[in-house]
Structure formats: structure tokens, C-alpha cells
């Protein structure tokens, strides 16, 4: 799933808690085709629950934790909820189908399944509304901002979760504003010749990427410190394989610091990354990233063998679309 935005994590990364005083609560999940044995709960203020599978397959605990935002992960993916006192939180999903299926039951839940509606919502949105033209994004924009406000005002939830939503609301119309000059400009970009790099191989020297021409070439920006990036690279590994021998290069460009090189090595080596594995000279104001317009990590990046853009947003090798595309232009 590609996400535009989280209301949630803007709520998250904006606001601290809302309540000072820590309330008992009482949390259990099932999950079924699950990433990892434990959940993990954090907040502000360096709160983190790590809840761990017991025998029956069930993710359980009792905790304290002040009223307010908090994310959760199972190490793949996560989510936004909201805990509120003495609350009795049961949560029911499909790792495969996150956000989908999430589905919240108990005591004091209602604002949490209004996060996981939201962000499906918002996901739509960014499904249906990016494509098209100008006037009518912003005609689609402003109807979901006037439904949005007009759905929360008529619930009957925390009148400080509503005051915090409200806030969020008007973050995301910002964001998504910013997102789809973002995306309108990358499709511009399709057929164009690719901006250029010439940097640092793992494995010795450099590689520019006219080195690469005659093959497509399937570029990954990361980072050691990016969650996200990282969670991708099983999936890149398993493209990597299937299209060993293909007329395809796979490159991943780490964007960390330069005081971080001895990082970037390491991890390559721990994690035994395939591929060309090479080093931005800049981080974030690397040449290359900047002529991409690169605001975030991951992002990916697919030429064909003249070294023109193919997508300068592709698909994330998580996503089955990947290759299908790639079935498409290598058979």
C-alpha cells in the first residue's frame, strides 16, 4: 500500500499527549498472517510498550499510559491509535491487508476506528484525486476537507481528539496541495533523460549511470536510519533474484551523511545487499536527489536502457504491481 498521508502521524508528530495523569489499559490483538511476535506501542515523551505473543497466539497486556496519540508497529508496517482511561482495547487484522482490516472492539475504541477510517479515506483520495487535473484536485480536495469536518463535528467522540483532528485536517489539505505539485512534476519527468550521478561503489571506485546504459535500471534512495527503506529490502531482494540475468540493474543510492559511510558499509555487508550498492556524495542536496525533487524515503526510481524515465515515483518493490511491470517491459 502507498500511503499519501497518516492523519494520525501528523496528530502524532504535532501534539504531545493530551492527559498528564497515567491510566490503566488493557490491550489485546489478534493478527492473523503476522510480520513479527511483538506489537509495539510508542508516544511522546520516549513511551514504548513492546507486547509480545503469548501461546494462544494472542498479543496481550496491562499497561499505564497517559490519554493521546500513540502509533503502533508489528515491525513492517503501523498504525495510529488512541488511548483514552481505563480503556479495554481489542484489536483484530490481516498483517497482509493492514489498514484494511484493522477493526478496533471494547471499551473506549471509537476514536481509534475513526483513525484507521481516516486513513483509508485519505488513501482513496490519493488513489483517485492525483490523477486528475488541476481544477478538478482542487475541487476534490476541498469537498473531502468540508465531508471531513462535517463527519468528526457530528460524532460522539473526545472533544480533545476532535480539537486535535481539526488541526490535522487542515495539515493534511496542506500536504496533499504540496504532494500533487510533487506528483505532477514526476509525471512530467516520464520520457525525459535522467538526471545523472556519479558516486561511490561498495564494492570499490565509482558508477556513473551512463555505466549502466543498455539495461533498465531500477533505483532505490534509502538510508540506514529509514524504517520504511528498510522494510523494503526483502521485498528488492526477492525482485533482485527473480530478475537475475534480466536486462535490469538494480541500484540503491543511500542518502546517508557522510560521517555515516562506515554505517552504510556495515549494514550492507550485515544485511548481505545485492544489487549496486552506492553512496550519495551530498545526503538530501546530492545532485541527483534534488533533480528529483526528492522529499522522502524510499523512493524509487525506474529508467529504460537509454537512460530515460520510465517513473520518477515507481512502484515500491513491496507492491505485486512491481512486477507485473516489469514481466511487461523484460519478456
Known sequence: MKKLFVTGLLIFSALNVIGQ??????????????????????????????????????FAATFEAPKGFYMF?????????????????????NAKEFDETIVYKGKGVNESNFLAQQSLKDEK????????????????LENKKKTDFENLEKSDLDPE?????????????????????RT?????????????????????GKTKLSDLKGKYVYIDLWATWCAPCRAEIPYLQKI???YHGKNIEFVSISIDKAKDNEKWKKFVTDKKLGGVQLFADKDWESEFVVNYGVMG?????????????VSSDATRPSDPK???????LLN
Open 322 to 328: 512491481l512486477q507485473d511491470q516489469l514481466n511487461t
Open 240 to 242: 533482485e533474484e527473480k
Open 297 to 309: 524515503i524510499p523512493r524509487f526510481i525506474l529508467l529504460d536502457p537509454n537512460g530515460n524515465i
Open 73 to 93: 508497529s508489528d515491525g513492517t508496517e503501523s498504525s495510529n491509535i488512541y488511548l483514552k482511561p481505563d480503556s479495554e482495547v481489542n484489536l483484530t487484522m
Open 161 to 181: 481528539f476532535k480539537t486535535a483532528l481539526k488541526m490535522s485536517f487542515e495539515s493534511f489539505n496542506q500536504y496533499a496541495v504540496q504532494e500533487y505539485e
Open 21 to 58: 495523569a497515567k491510566n490503566q489499559i488493557k490491550f489485546t490483538a489478534k493478527i492473523d498472517n503476522r510480520n513479527s511476535d511483538t506489537l509495539v506501542i510508542k508516544g511522546r515523551n520516549n513511551f514504548k510498550q513492546v507486547i509480545p505473543i503469548d501461546k494462544k497466539g494472542i
Open 125 to 140: 483520495f490519493q488513489n483517485e484525486a492525483f490523477a486528475k487535473e488541476a481544477a478538478e484536485f482542487t475541487s476534490l
Open 184 to 204: 505532477a512534476n514526476a509525471r512530467k519527468m516520464v520520457g525525459k533523460p535522467s538526471p545523472q550521478f556519479d558516486y561511490e561503489n561498495f564494492k570499490g
